[in-house]
């Protein structure tokens, strides 16, 4: 499983459930086509964690490297769906990083 992190923090004015509810209507439209195994929407608890990182951590499921390249090619679309999507969750959102990660040991590992 490939997991695709990503970290933000609300922009001023936006609002938290809102900004799940643009987070959920956008991830469940690649999940309900395939395009993603599953995702998680996880909010710093008590103001623990790095400053460095956003206040929320978006985790996106990929089955293969294949399934995410598939999704960001859907993404680069830009269409009228996808964009209208997207733009409810970037226009809610500051402080944006994102790091790929991998289920380790890989399936494919040899291991002695």
């Given amino acids: 499983m490939d997991s695709y992190e990503i970290w933000v ?3 001023p004015g936006a ?8 987070v959920r209507a956008y991830l469940d439209h690649f999940k309900q086509n395939g395009k993603i195994e599953g995702y998680r929407i996880r909010r710093r608890k008590f103001g623990f964690g790095p400053s ?3 206040e929320f951590v978006l985790t996106l499921d990929f089955a293969n490297l294949t399934q995410l390249d598939t999704a960001f090619t859907e993404a680069a679309t830009r269409d009228d769906v996808i964009e209208s999507l997207h733009r409810e969750v970037y226009s809610r959102v500051t402080n944006f990083k994102s790091g ?4 380790f040991p890989d399936a ?3 291991q002695p």
């Fill in 9 to 11: 923090d609300l922009a």
């Fill in 15 to 22: 609002h938290d459930l809102e900004f799940v509810a643009a």
């Fill in 52 to 54: 460095q990182l956003g």
């Fill in 100 to 103: 790929l990660y991998r289920d």
């Fill in 108 to 110: 494919v590992r040899h």
